[in-house]
């Protein structure tokens, strides 16, 4: 079987940190050279959900301990696209084959999603009432995938598959507001060579599409957190194409809507894998991220 999991180059370290608003600290609560994982998702009870290795992870978000797997059946290699599902009790899950799954958070047997369309999908966002999935669908368009990159959304039951965008792009990172009035995505749409990815917002049937950043810089992955009012996004240096991996990246906070005068509360080594899902906390006063410094950067 072809493996795609990200491994962690020689010498350079996985560092699992959690920014505090209020305080405006970052703390490092888990660090390894061992294990590459990504993507931080924050339960109810206080844990952290990352994948690594193809697999998903539990880790306090306190610290204190090392990760732990998390057993799910009847799934191939995951990737870093993974959403709780309101309540807690499931998630929704991006694996390698380009389809969506759902498997029981506390481990067990994974249902397949979405269906053998010839699309890969990457799942970025669940529909405050727990129904329906924003995903970024991806069509080949002369042997390039991410030519035809757009948003999508889909019944949990694998229903009503629907596209919200089209024309040009790649759009992704398509999640919805706490409220479900908004999705917010990154988008290329608004730039004039292939990069330069800025955050926009549209309603769920893909009307009143409206752009939120106007920066030199690349923007992607809006996350809203859940108690509204703040939202943190990923940002690459100008010229940025996609969202690679090992770049000197910052993190952009976002306060009472203000997305065109953002505060940058960290900036660190990372990419792919920093921050590609949400990861606010439930009172939405922490995030977590993930930074990945090698033996020439501190």
């Given amino acids: 079987m072809t493996r795609y999991a ?22 490092v609560v888990h660090e390894t050279d061992a294990i590459l994982l990504e993507a931080p998702n924050w339960t109810a009870s206080g844990d952290l959900i990352l994948n690594g290795d193809g697999t998903l992870w539990r ?50 047997q994974a249902r397949k999603v979405t269906p053998n369309d010839g699309r890969m999908h ?12 924003a995903y970024v669908g991806l069509t080949p368009a002369d042997g390039d995938w ?24 790649p759009d992704d990172g398509p999640e919805y507001s ?20 800025q955050i926009a917002r549209m309603r769920p049937d893909g009307s009143e599409f409206e752009r939120l950043t106007v920066s030199d810089r690349v923007d992607w992955f809006p996350h809203l957190a859940p ?8 940002s690459f240096p100008a010229g940025t194409t996609g ?38 906390s439930p009172d939405g006063t922490r995030f977590a991220y993930v930074e990945y410094p090698g033996p020439e950067v501190p």
């Fill in 6 to 27: 990200r491994t962690l180059a020689p010498g350079q370290l996985c560092r699992v940190i959690v920014f505090d608003v209020a305080t405006n600290t970052a703390t």
């Fill in 59 to 108: 880790l306090p978000a306190s610290g204190g301990s090392a990760p732990v797997p998390i057993v799910i059946d009847g799934i191939p290699e995951l990737n870093n696209d993974h959403v709780l599902a309101p309540g807690g009790e499931t998630i929704f899950l991006s694996a390698n084959d380009g389809h969506v799954y759902e498997a029981p958070l506390a481990g067990g």
């Fill in 146 to 169: 991410w030519a035809a990159a757009h948003v999508h959304t889909i019944g949990v039951d694998g229903t009503g598959d629907r596209q919200l965008t089209a024309g040009p792009g």
């Fill in 122 to 133: 990457f799942l970025h966002g669940v529909s405050p009432d727990g129904t329906t999935l």
């Fill in 178 to 197: 706490p409220d479900g009035k908004w999705i917010h995505l990154n988008t290329e749409r608004f730039a004039r060579v292939p990069g330069h990815a």
């Fill in 243 to 280: 969202h690679p991996a090992d770049l000197p990246v910052e993190l952009h906070l976002v306060e009472d809507g203000a997305w065109r005068s953002p505060r940058i509360v960290a900036r660190l080594h990372g990419g792919q894998g920093t921050i590609n899902v949400n990861s606010w």
């Fill in 227 to 234: 108690t509204g009012g703040l939202a943190v996004y990923l």
